[in-house]
């Protein structure tokens, strides 16, 4: 194995604990977060439900907040999956199309209400490889679907 690879690999376990040592941070009323790079993780009690990795913490969480199908994309997923709704780049079926259905704005509107109850755990990481490798890392440990990992 590449000594660089796995080198980062050592790592992963050490940070893992890190991430799960952060205080839970409720969602409501908005936390005010750091600006920077993170992976982060949403919770229901001890139940970690996405996984996720940005740029910018506190534009990414107001994202997923924000009530748009645009930014708010645990939510928009996670619609689409209780409706058995698979992706589709096809005009005119997008998530605009989607969003304006009311079977699927309601079940967009569950779960941004469900996500509003959770809590956030995060790790700042700034290294870009380091943050794919740890939020790949935390999904498989944490036991959340890995679509984000899927091809488009």
């Given at each position: 194995?590449?000594?660089?690879?796995?080198?980062?690999?050592?790592?992963?376990?050490?940070?893992f604990?890190?991430?799960?040592?952060?205080?839970?941070?409720?969602?409501?009323?908005?936390?005010?977060l750091?600006?920077?790079?993170a992976?982060?993780a949403?919770?229901e009690?001890?139940?970690?439900v996405?996984?996720g990795r940005?740029?910018?913490?506190?534009?990414?969480?107001?994202?997923?907040?924000?009530n748009?199908h645009?930014?708010?994309?645990?939510?928009?997923?996670?619609?689409?999956?209780?409706?058995g709704?698979s992706?589709?780049?096809?005009?005119?079926e997008?998530?605009?199309?989607?969003?304006?259905?009311?079977?699927?704005?309601?079940?967009f509107?569950a779960?941004?209400?469900?996500?509003?109850?959770?809590t956030?755990?995060?790790?700042?990481?700034?290294n870009?490889?380091?943050?794919?490798?740890?939020?790949?890392?935390?999904?498989?440990?944490?036991?959340?679907?890995?679509?984000?990992?899927?091809t488009?």
């Open positions: 194995m590449n000594a660089q690879f796995q080198e980062r690999c050592d790592t992963l376990p050490d940070k604990a890190e991430l799960m040592q952060c205080p839970p941070h409720p969602l409501t009323p908005r936390p005010k750091i600006k920077g790079p992976v982060y949403f919770f009690g001890d139940t970690c996405y996984v940005t740029r910018n913490l506190q534009n990414r969480i107001r994202g997923h907040l924000s748009s645009y930014s708010e994309t645990f939510a928009f997923k996670e619609a689409r999956s209780k409706l709704l992706a589709t780049y096809r005009k005119g997008g998530r605009g199309f989607l969003f304006n259905q009311p079977e699927f704005q309601s079940e509107q779960q941004r209400q469900r996500l509003e109850g959770a956030l755990r995060f790790l700042s990481i700034q870009e490889i380091d943050q794919y490798l740890f939020e790949l890392y935390a999904a498989l440990e944490l036991g959340t679907p890995l679509i984000e990992f899927d488009h």
